[in-house]
Every structure is written in C-alpha cells, then in structure tokens.
T-cell receptor, first 112, second 111 residues
Framework: KAGVTQTPRYLIKTRGQQVTLSCSPI?????VSWYQQTPGQGLQFLFE???????NKGNFPGRFSGRQFSNSRSEMNVSTLELGDSALYLC???????????FGPGTRLTVL | EDQVTQSPEALRLQEGESSSLNCSYT??????LFWYRQDPGKGPEFLFT???AGEEKEKERLKATLTKKESFLHITAPKPEDSATYLC????????????FGAGTILRVKS
C-alpha cells in the first residue's frame, strides 16, 4: 500500500510570495492533518480536515490555510511568506479522526 | 494546556547497551500516547500507540510502557540502525486529531 505522498519535496521562495503544498493520503484514509516542524519549536499542529471540512485548527496566523478535496487529497497555502515560515511541513493521514496518523516525507520550504 | 516533555535530549549508547527514553505528559483527558521514530530529512514513522495506564507494547528491540503521568521507550541491545530521533506525542479526548509532540530524544548507537 502506498504511503502518504507530498509534493513538492523542496521549495525555495522569497518573502512576500505565497506557496501551495499538496498532500495525497494513504488510499482509504479520510482524515488529513498538517504539522510544521522547526528546530526551535519542534512539531506543531496546523489544522486537520475530514470530509472536506476543517475540524480543528492550531495557533497559527490566518496566512496559513488549507482545504481538502472530495478524494481526500489536501492542500495547504501560506500567503505573504515570512522568513520564519521556513520549515518542514508534514502531512499525516488517518483512516478516521483520532485513528493513528501516518506521516508523509514532508515538504522542505525555505524562505529567502 | 497539553504538554509533553522528553528526556534526555540526546543519548549516546554503545551497541548492545540497553537504556530507556522518558516522556512525561500533562493532558486534559488522554485518548492516546504515540511514539514515532524520525530519521534525518524524513517524516516521522509510527511505532506504538498506548491508550491506558499499565499498557505495554513491543516491537523487535523496542518496548513502550505507559503510566498516568509518563511513558517509557525501552531499547534492548540497540544496534546502529536504531539511531534516530524518537518522538512522543499525546492526543486528548477533546481536540480531534491534534497531536501534541515533545521535542524528541536524539539517539546515537555506536558499534
């Protein structure tokens, strides 16, 4: 069974630009969550989606947004990029909400 | 606020030298405690889920245990390939899918 896939794997942007990251969950999984990982803050929860609805949101500014499509694939968007947004963005999928989450390889975003 | 503290921050072991990693937590109603392993440049890899105090789970050289305040990941006779960052996370009964992670323990096993 294929795991969680994330595209692109690496991304370099400049301050003020916006970026869209994509996540394809494990086949049959309906819940997708996003996390940000930085050396200083560790892994922090961004938001979760189930059945195309955002169910929960972490403590991040409104520049961070996401959505989920009918096939459970998800995208997250960061607008007006700041240097501090440089991080590894991880997507995790689970069969249902509260089930074990399986992570993808992440997208490494560098903001210059 | 839910919190997870892992210790030690880093651990260096000789091959075959058994040890334990600690995960202390405070959570408003625990639904589950999760252990993940993360290799450099990769996403976390799921190891175990523990749901109630007294529960234990084993996989190869790893054994995870849970009490009401902490969890331990015991590593028996480690090998160099066990070198990784081990992450502990809690999920509250209220809060959907959100995982609250500790900072991790960096394990290095030398041959």
């Amino acid at each position: 069974k294929a795991g969680v896939t994330q595209t692109p794997r690496y991304l370099i942007k400049t301050r003020g630009q916006q970026v869209t990251l994509s996540c394809s969950p494990i086949s049959g999984h309906r819940s997708v969550s996003w996390y940000q990982q930085t050396p200083g803050q560790g892994l922090q929860f961004l938001f979760e989606y189930f059945s195309e609805t955002q169910r929960n949101k972490g403590n991040f500014p409104g520049r961070f947004s996401g959505r989920q499509f009918s096939n459970s694939r998800s995208e997250m968007n960061v607008s007006t990029l700041e240097l501090g947004d440089s991080a590894l963005y991880l997507c995790a999928s689970s069969l249902l909400i509260t089930d074990t989450q399986y992570f993808g390889p992440g997208t490494r975003l560098t903001v210059l | 606020e839910d919190q997870v503290t892992q210790s030690p921050e880093a651990l260096r072991l000789q091959e075959g030298e058994s040890s334990s990693l600690n995960c202390s937590y405070t959570v408003s109603g625990l639904r589950g405690l999760f252990w993940y392993r993360q290799d450099p440049g990769k996403g976390p890899e799921f190891l175990f889920t523990l749901y109630s105090a007294g529960e234990e789970k084993e996989k190869e050289r790893l054994k995870a245990t849970l009490t009401k305040k902490e969890s331990f990941l015991h590593i028996t006779a480690p090998k160099p390939e066990d070198s990784a960052t081990y992450l502990c996370a809690v999920q509250a009964k209220i809060g959907g899918n959100k995982l609250v992670f500790g900072a991790g323990t960096i394990l290095r096993v030398k041959s």
